[in-house]
Nanobody
């Protein structure tokens, strides 16, 4: 079964950092795929955060990031990471990753493989 699985979520205080991982199962998560990170806060629609293209160029979808988040891939580990720094309460959400053999999109419905999400809570 082909799937992507997120991990690394948890609770953190404002100003803290977390690194989320997106691992693939059943296929190789390499530069044949663009990988997007999305998030959905309570009562809000799911929004795109960052996407890494097949050529490793980055697309930023959320103006709220202000350079605090970065995305990277490690093909040797079949994993894509979302490094989140200077977290604040507005970053509280379920974070999802998704993979596509095509181009980045701000809509996760355009990705062939989508994970179940990992909760990130920022609170003092």
């Amino acid at each position: 079964q082909f799937e992507v699985v997120e991990s690394g979520g948890g609770s953190v205080q404002p100003g803290g950092s977390l690194r989320l991982s997106c691992a693939a199962s059943g296929f190789t998560l390499d530069n044949n795929y663009a990988i997007g990170w999305f998030r959905q806060a309570p009562g809000k629609e799911r929004e795109g955060v960052l996407c890494i293209r097949r050529n490793d160029r980055i697309v930023e979808y959320s103006g709220a990031l202000k350079g605090r988040f970065t995305i990277s891939r490690d093909n040797a580990k079949n994993t894509v990471y979302l490094q989140m720094n200077s977290l604040n309460a507005e970053d509280t959400a379920v974070y999802y990753c998704a993979a596509t053999r095509y181009g980045c999109s701000s809509l996760d419905s355009n990705y062939e493989y989508r994970g179940q999400g990992t909760q990130v809570t920022v609170s003092s």
